[in-house]
């Protein structure tokens, strides 16, 4: 722990899904329901001591199925609500997830990652990129995704979902997995900490009613064409929010022969691959998406422009090279570097990688380790 | 001219799509009664099912949202805890309630959450067609038990107020009926005293109403036949009574 001079702590050591429940805390979160899985256990015990202390609620609910009614209940009256949970359990939250969006209900879920399908293991996975990104639940709806890379990532995302989750009436989920879950960093406080009792009632939520007119919160049109008037409604903020919200970041792409395309963990690993790839003298750059939905596929394309090989390296079977396939519209190959099951990718394997498209001018490169 | 009697105010005065003799009209009505002789209206937030009451949303005149097939005990638990000012009825039906939603019922009645609840049980499923439901009686036909509930292949019925009552957190179960007008003042009575509870934050109350059904109970060209059932047949597995009563 660090000080300024006024004393005021600027550094802090804390485990990835403690900031995380801290960060949504500070961002106005008053209520949260979930029920426990590992790895992301840490959330509801950090939740459950925590909100009361700030006027808020938790309930440790019976099931994951539970919980995220309980969230479509309390973001229904405007309330910031979150749930967490890890594959399995975001699997049966699917039902719920699609009901909210249908209701265009604002709240934040977190999936801390592990290995599937199934039971599968409690390592640190990115095999639930398709569930997050192509919407999990029935229907046709997109979440708000963002995939942060490390515990101060943890900390700040709470923050720009619920801005993007009640600016667009959106649920917003932020896709970690178990290594940045479990790990620990020093980390410090950078977006405003939000105070509930200034932020306006929207003209939607449900509640105390004070004589006004009656509001419903549904999900359903039978009314002949109306379902379709809603989405088409709906997809009009999804552009909205295409256009204004993608983010990424970029490292040594300037004058890069090969762009290594990577969120989350395996970003970081990737950042260590390109660094020894430059020190054997290949030009190696790194492009990490930060919004899974909306994906920065504007920025890939331009870039395939100049750039012939890209290398999608993705703790997951090849899930993410889609999106980087769709983005590139065939301007440029695109490899593939995947570990499934939970296990961790390495620096080194993934500059042997490097090393067989860029050196030895391998096309289609695919590895499954 | 004299008015005798008029329309509540918490009701609105539409068309509802419900079939004739069904029940959830007399229970609509009586709900939205309570809610205008408490002057709850402006604070009530009604949670319609998934089944036959899944438009409830529309007819009442206060907020109301609609949700996932069992799940309103769990809605309801977010908003009340969200808002702890509002009065928060989750209506729901047997199939609703008793089989995809037993989870979120029988804890939402551990946790002592303070709603209250309306159950609806006619014995089928209605909305899809007339199935067997988890209180379809023994013997009673429906379209996946065409020749009767069989307890061998079917098992048997689940009496909830008995179940739910047996939950410490459960503070007031009375079963009622509508099938007749002693019926319908009980249950009126029974409402009343279920959101007074939560009013008095006296804690988790749900009303179990035995309701009529004559389309899905094959007896749509004689609806008494089908309140004659009711007296008959259902009030026997079904007991009318207070099962829980703590203040």
């Known amino acids: 722990m660090s000080m300024n001079y006024k004393g005021d702590i600027m550094k802090i050591l804390m485990k990835g899904n403690e900031a995380l429940a801290e960060g949504a805390i500070r961002s106005g979160c008053r209520f949260f329901a979930g029920y426990p899985i590992t790895p992301q256990n840490e959330v509801p015990e950090y939740m459950s001591w925590r909100l009361p202390q700030v006027g808020g609620r938790f309930v440790q609910a019976e099931s994951e199925v539970a919980a995220i009614n309980m969230i479509f209940g309390a973001s229904s009256t405007a309330t910031r609500a979150m749930t967490s949970s890890s594959s399995p359990g975001i699997s049966l939250k699917q039902e719920g997830i699609s009901y909210c969006a249908g209701a265009d209900l604002p709240f934040l879920i977190a999936n801390v990652v592990r290995g599937g399908p199934g039971l599968g293991n409690i390592a640190g996975s990115q095999g639930d990129y398709f569930q997050a990104t192509r919407g999990g639940g029935h229907g046709d709806y997109r979440l708000f995704v963002m995939a942060p890379n490390g515990v101060q990532e943890m900390a700040d995302f709470p923050y720009y979902c619920y801005e993007v989750a009640f600016k667009y009436r959106v649920p917003a989920m932020i896709l970690a997995d178990g290594v940045i879950g479990q790990m620990m960093e020093s980390i410090e406080w950078k977006t405003p900490e939000i105070d509930v009792k200034l932020l306006k009632e929207p003209d939607w939520a449900i509640g105390v009613n004070n004589g006004r007119e009656k509001r419903r919160i549904t999900s359903y049109d039978l009314r002949e064409g109306m379902l379709e008037r809603m989405i088409i409604e709906r997809v009009k903020r999804y552009k909205e929010i295409e256009e204004k919200e993608v983010k990424w970041e970029e490292k040594m792409i300037e004058d890069a022969d090969i762009i290594l395309v990577a969120y989350g963990t395996s970003a970081r690993v990737s950042a260590s691959a390109i660094k020894m790839a430059r020190e054997k003298g290949i030009k190696a750059g790194l492009f990490r998406p930060i919004t899974l939905w909306p994906y920065p596929k504007k920025r890939l394309n331009e870039l395939a422009n100049r750039v012939k090989n890209f290398l999608v390296v993705e703790m997951s079977l090849g899930q993410m090279i889609e999106d980087v396939k769709l983005s590139i519209e065939g301007k440029a190959n695109v490899h593939l570097h995947a570990r499934p099951g939970g296990s961790l990718i390495t620096p080194e394997e993934v500059l042997d990688s490097i090393i067989k498209i860029t050196k030895e001018g391998v096309k289609n490169y695919a590895t499954i380790k | ?247």
């Open chain 2, 1 to 247: 001219m004299q008015l005798l009697n008029k329309k509540p105010k918490s009701l609105f005065d539409v068309q509802m799509h419900y079939c004739p003799g069904c029940g959830h009209g007399i229970v609509h009505r009586l709900v939205a009664e309570v809610m205008d002789e408490l002057n709850i209206r402006e604070r009530t937030i009604f949670i319609a099912p998934v089944g036959c009451s899944v438009f409830a949303d529309m007819y009442f005149n206060c907020d109301a949202i609609q949700g996932a097939h069992g799940r309103g005990p769990a809605i309801a638990t977010g908003i009340k805890r969200s808002k702890p000012d509002t009065i928060v009825i989750s209506y729901q039906g047997d199939g609703d309630l008793a089989s995809i939603g037993m989870a979120e019922i029988v804890h939402a009645a551990a946790r002592n959450e303070n709603i209250t609840v309306v159950f609806i049980n006619n014995a089928i499923y209605g909305m899809t067609g007339g199935q067997m439901a988890p209180t379809t009686l023994i013997g009673q036909k429906s379209t996946t038990t065409v020749s009767g509930r069989d307890p061998k292949v079917n098992g048997y019925p689940i009496k909830v107020c008995e179940l739910l009552s047996a939950l410490e957190g459960t503070r007031y179960a009375e079963r009622t009926t509508v099938h007749n007008v002693a019926g319908v003042i009980k249950t009126k009575n029974a409402i009343k005293k279920a959101i007074k509870n939560q009013i008095n934050n006296v804690g988790f109350s749900i009303v179990e109403i035995l309701s009529m059904c004559p389309t899905n109970w094959g007896l749509s060209n004689n609806p008494s036949q089908a309140i004659k059932y009711i007296d008959e047949q259902m009030v026997k597995i079904f007991p009318p009574g207070v099962y829980k009563d703590i203040k």
